[in-house]
T-cell receptor
Framework: NAGVTQTPKFRVLKTGQSMTLLCAQDMNHEYMYWYRQDPGMGLRLIHYSVGEGTTAKGEVPDGYNVSRLKKQNFLLGLESAAPSQTSVYFC???????????FGAGSRLTVL | QQPVQSPQAVILREGEDAVINCSSSKALYSVHWYRQKHGEAPIFLMILLKGGEQKGHDKISASFNEKKQQSSLYLTASQLSYSGTYFCGTVRGGAQKLVFGQGTRLTINP
């Protein structure tokens, strides 16, 4: 049972390039979340989804897009990367609002 | 809309106690607590679903004061393994998003 898997684990981009982070969970969870973590800022919510085909904005959505075409996958896209998007990105999922949030191992993105 | 945690950092000797506070400007439905070791993903500690509810396991416990819109995490007789950054996450009624505070870094020295 893999839980929540994020790919890639590390990536270096140049300013203006695009990329997609993939989050896959095998626990049949309805809710999925993308957070970014920066020193001193904690975990900030980018976007989230409450079920297949749904997405919603979090606290810091600008510059990111997401899609949830399949229940088990939640994709985070950067259309035109900026140095301010250098961060560690965590995906998380849970079955319902009262349940434990299970995190992936994180993806470290550097934008030069 | 992030909850506010205090203090931002704590340094203790092994065996001492610590309290970490989490406050929100909005009414809360539930509060979650997670701990993160350096370079790792956050791991779950506990969820408090009702106002006034207290939960705990081992020497870590938490309370939730719904009226004051705040929660506190209590670490008793701290162990070296308690070191890490602690995050509270809050859920407001009717919302499915879980928003975390900025974290409290706890260092336990021998």
């Amino acid at each position: 049972n893999a839980g929540v898997t994020q790919t890639p684990k590390f990536r270096v981009l140049k300013t203006g390039q695009s990329m997609t982070l993939l989050c896959a969970q095998d626990m049949n969870h309805e809710y999925m979340y993308w957070y970014r973590q920066d020193p001193g800022m904690g975990l900030r919510l980018i976007h989230y989804s409450v079920g297949e085909g749904t997405t919603a904005k979090g606290e810091v959505p600008d510059g990111y897009n997401v899609s949830r075409l399949k229940k088990q996958n939640f994709l985070l896209g950067l259309e035109s990367a900026a140095p301010s998007q250098t961060s560690v990105y965590f995906c998380a999922s849970r079955a319902n609002p009262n349940n434990v949030l299970t995190f992936g191992a994180g993806s470290r993105l550097t934008v030069l | 809309q992030q909850p506010v945690q205090s203090p931002q950092a704590v340094i203790l000797r092994e065996g001492e106690d610590a309290v970490i506070n989490c406050s929100s400007s909005k009414a809360l439905y539930s509060v979650h607590w997670y701990r993160q070791k350096h370079g790792e993903a956050p791991i779950f500690l506990m969820i408090l679903l009702k106002g006034g509810e207290q939960k705990g396991h081992d020497k870590i416990s938490a309370s939730f004061n719904e009226k004051k819109q705040q929660s506190s995490l209590y670490l008793t007789a701290s162990q070296l393994s308690y070191s890490g950054t602690y995050f509270c996450g809050t859920v407001r009624g009717g919302a499915q998003k879980l928003v975390f505070g900025q974290g409290t870094r706890l260092t336990i020295n021998p």
